[in-house]
């Protein structure tokens, strides 16, 4: 069979769980399986090996981890179970961020940075100098990973939160966890397979921000900024935590960052 025909019946299997996306993630798989030209031929045992990535698929899993990585910012990373998926919601942030980099103002912290790609966009495309933080082992190591495959270096520091971070910054970025106890309730099916360590943020979603009111100062330069993502109904409540806080929204018109302007 030819990748065409297989691509057309590989998105017929996955339409229940892709919808519209099934074509494109039928062409993803096949060219994660090294079939990129559509005139190709599959053997028999070709089509034998894609089964088991369609099966998980099938599942509900996301296909970034079927995959093993993910493009943010227009950038390849690895993923895993260990990380959220990177979304093109926090391009926004990393815009923003982006923006403000400039050659005397490039110490950036990234907190709870998960695979790594909010910093990592910034060493690559601004050159930021990054230090990145989590509280998982495993996040780190795929960011240092991920670092290396993007040909930048990044500082990693394994701590909860600010708890162990040392220095002092031009830029705090961060996308912490900020899903409410309901939501992570009836959160989707995709959901399900990311870290909940990496999408809970208290029974009100806020948790995380209160935490960072309590601690930034203590890491952020006094003209420093810091941009933090945040869920569509939060803009009020994390912006009422710091002072001169302003908010951008993402290209689908949602509240999307926080941004905080210094603190001198
Ligand atoms: N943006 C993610 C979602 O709504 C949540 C990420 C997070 O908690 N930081 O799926």
Redesign the pocket.
């Known amino acids: 069979m030819i990748v065409r025909k297989a691509e057309q019946e590989i998105a017929k299997q996955l339409a229940p769980v892709a919808g519209e996306d099934a074509r494109l993630e039928a062409t993803f798989l096949l060219r994660a399986s090294g079939f990129h030209s559509p005139y190709q031929e599959l053997t028999e045992t070709d089509a034998e090996m894609l089964k088991p990535l369609i099966a998980r698929r099938l599942t509900g899993e996301p296909l970034p981890y079927i995959l093993g990585e993910w493009e943010f910012f227009g950038l390849p990373f690895e993923v895993n179970r260990n990380v ?1 998926i990177p ?1 093109p ?2 391009e926004c942030l990393v815009e923003a961020a982006w923006k403000a980099l400039s050659a005397e103002r490039n110490e950036v912290l990234d907190l ?1 940075c998960g695979s790594g790609c909010i910093g990592i966009a910034l060493a690559v495309r601004g050159g930021a100098r990054v230090t990145a933080v989590d509280i998982s082992a495993d996040a780190l190591e795929l960011t240092e990973r991920n670092a290396r495959r993007n040909g930048v270096s990044v500082r990693t520091v394994r701590s909860d939160f600010l708890d162990g971070v040392e220095g002092s910054f031009d830029m705090i970025v961060c ?5 409410t106890k309901p ?1 992570m309730d009836c ?1 989707d099916a995709a ?1 399900r397979f ?1 870290p909940e360590l ?4 208290g029974a009100d979603g806020l948790a995380f921000y209160r935490r960072l009111a309590a601690s930034w100062r203590r890491v952020l330069k006094p003209d420093g900024r810091m941009f933090l ?1 945040i ?1 569509m109904t939060q803009r009020e409540d994390v912006s009422a935590m710091f002072p001169n806080a302003e908010c951008i929204e993402d290209y689908g018109g949602r509240p999307r960052v926080i941004v905080v302007n210094g603190h001198d």
């Open positions: 959220l979304r919601d926090t709870c996308n912490p966890p900020y899903l939501e959160r959901l990311e990496a999408l809970y943020g993502e869920g």
